[in-house]
Nanobody, 129 residues
């Protein structure tokens, strides 16, 4: 499985960005793609997750109402639409997945990052005035 994230950049507070994660190599559609982020000096944080089979989602409390994740199964691509960005959203963002059957809500668990087998390269998001 390969994942490729793109779409990061620099925006002012209140701005928007859309990240993409293109995947290839999964053997079925019963898996999830999760977004994580890590800021310098901070622990990696799960941001959101989407089940590719049914589009069900999970969001961390810190991004609920501001971030939306969606999928395009025809393109095997997941998107993370980030609105009303705040300086504390500044981080390197990663998409990740594994081969376990998951729907979005299945991502609401501790230690999810350790369960992910496949990671895309990070993409930097910087929110600053």
């Amino acid at each position: 499985v390969q994942l490729q994230a793109s779409g990061g950049g620099s925006v002012q507070p209140g701005g928007s960005l859309r990240l993409s994660c293109a995947s290839s190599g999964h053997t079925s559609d019963y898996y999830a793609i999760a977004w994580f982020r890590q800021a310098p000096g901070k622990e990696r944080e799960g941001v959101s997750c989407i089940g590719m089979r049914d589009g069900s989602t999970y969001y961390a409390d810190s991004v609920k109402g501001r971030f939306t994740t969606s999928r395009d199964n025809a393109k095997n691509t997941v998107y993370l639409e980030m609105n009303n960005l705040k300086p504390e959203d500044t981080a390197t963002y990663y998409c990740a997945s594994d081969e376990q059957p998951r729907l979005g809500p299945d991502c609401d668990r501790s230690g999810l990052a350790h369960a992910m087998d496949y990671w895309g390269k990070g993409t930097q998001v910087t929110v600053s005035s």
